[in-house]
């Protein structure tokens, strides 16, 4: 059951925002094809465009009472399909190129 929802989607940035437990964190595609994901202002990751598939990108998030979360993301640029787990749950999958 995946349990995220977008806020905030930019189709010309291409582009989603999400919140997970009072962080917001934001994952794009960029211009190059580039997949990055940020937190806190911060690019924390960042993965070039390449030939393997899917994209991956992963970072720690520190949560209340020093409560850590692992977020992390893979793209498929053949399909623009985004998934998203936290902890290894599921928590997105969506064709990013499509509207909410």
């Not at 995220?4 to 989607?9: A, Q």
């Not at 595609?29 to 960042?46: A, I, N, P, S, Y």
């Not at 020093?66 to 928590?91: C, D, M, Q």
Request: proline share 4%; with cysteine; hydrophobic share 35%.
């Amino acid at each position: 059951m995946l349990k995220g929802s977008c806020l905030i989607y930019h189709r010309a940035m291409r582009e989603r925002v999400f919140e997970h437990r009072g962080k917001v964190f934001a994952l794009r595609v960029t211009d190059d094809g580039g997949l990055e994901l940020w937190m806190d202002g911060v690019c924390r990751k960042r993965r070039e465009p390449s030939d393997e598939e899917p994209y991956y990108v992963w970072t720690n998030a520190e949560l209340q009472w020093e409560e850590h979360h692992y977020i992390e993301a893979r793209y498929w640029p053949s399909t623009a399909a985004l998934k998203v787990t936290i902890n290894g749950e599921p928590f997105y999958h969506q064709v990013i190129d499509a509207a909410e």
